[in-house]
């Protein structure tokens, strides 16, 4: 006994140093799949106020070029309105039930230069707000709330190893994957394309739908490189996000109002 | 001023600027340049291994929660604050050296300081960046991000140190 405790006098430093190292390294290869990522994530009020704060000071500087994007998505949508009144005498919109609904935030603190991003908004759990939601830009689409508190939420964003989604070429209607690799938060990877679909610089790719979480055809980017497959197998292409993520401020949060019905009817097809 | 409130005023305020300002220096996404390790490499030398590895560890621990990366700050700081005494002992020839109380630019001279810097930077954003990439694909990716990171951080600091300093010893940044 007094040998080990003059062993443990002696090498406490590297003791404590190699204990608490595995503690560390234990809580990072914990966050280190998209599922654990959200468990052992903390959206703290506290945090939240902190980037408040500062984005407040910051947002003046920046509201010419925010009125501007307001203003041209304004103008998006009229024409879209404009669209569904002349359009009304063969589809009564009123009477279909909206399946997504969109919530106003605004970002209030993010990265682009990690490896695996995420951005906090200024909406919460009180807001309407929960896990797994979407959330778009007035550009494209932006990423997943993964965390919420009362009052804020954290999102992983399209800039994170984990963060996969399913994409549609709206040319020939064909499904591929969105990926990340690190690098330029202005370039994404569409992998998974089948040998036999022709991809072309300057396509578009928009999301499929298929996810619940976003709705079908919001744009996701442009493609810039087309990449064929060196060894037949399937073949990538390099594309440019539509999202300006370095410049996201103004976002939406994109509510499902029949998730959890869709969920049900998914889990019954697991289990059975 | 009490030894424990400015070391708790440094940490704030080195927290604040690398949240609020270093943060968003964004250069093509190679240079992230973390300052706040400052308040580790300017602990006093006298300070005990147990408290200095406990304060790497929760400093890092603030960090991660800033940067929503649970334990990776907290690794690295952990990591450098480890090889601190052996890092001072190579720079100035002893563990304990008498003349000075705590590393800083007017205790060390100038040479010392720089050469502390960047030896201290580079072991911090060499573990981080290894720790985030989490393999060795894309590796010449990784260093690069860790020399470029590395000098624009050792910059900073040490424009911080030349700026805060204080000859009589008694401010923020003696």
Known sequence: MKTLIRFLQKHHFVLLFISLEIVSILLLSRSHSYHRAVLTHATNNITGKLYEWNNTMGSYLSLHKQNQMLQQQNAVLLEELNQYKTNSDYFDSMNQPAIFEFIPARVISNTVHLRNNYFIINKGVSDGIRQDMGVISPEGIAGIIIGTSAHYSTALSLLHRYASLSVRLQNSGQLANLKWEGGSYTQGEIVDIPTHVQVNKGDTIVTSGHSFVFPEGMPVGIVEEFIPSTHGGLNSAYIRFSTDFNSLRQVYIIKNTHKEELDTIENTMIHE | ?174
């Open chain 2, 1 to 174: 001023m009490n030894k424990t409130l400015i070391q708790i005023a440094r940490l704030t305020g080195l927290l604040l600027l690398q949240v609020w300002v270093i943060n968003n220096i964004r250069l093509g996404g190679y240079v992230n340049p973390f300052v706040y390790v400052l308040f580790i490499m300017m602990l006093p030398i006298a300070v005990p291994g147990w408290l200095l590895l406990i304060s790497a560890f929760g400093v890092g621990m603030i960090m991660d929660i800033f940067m929503s990366t649970a334990g990776l700050h907290s690794a690295a700081l952990l990591l450098m604050a480890f090889t601190r005494p052996a890092v001072i002992r190579l720079i100035t020839g002893s563990s304990i050296p008498e003349n000075i109380s705590y590393p800083s630019i007017s205790q060390m001279g100038d040479r010392g300081w720089i050469s502390y810097t960047l030896v201290m930077v580079l072991i911090y954003h060499g573990s981080l960046f290894l720790l985030e990439s989490f393999s060795f694909q894309q590796i010449e990716y990784t260093f690069l991000r860790i020399i470029l990171s590395s000098i624009a951080s050792a910059i900073i600091i040490l424009l911080l140190s030349y700026l805060f300093v204080n000859r009589s010893a008694k401010g923020l940044f003696p």
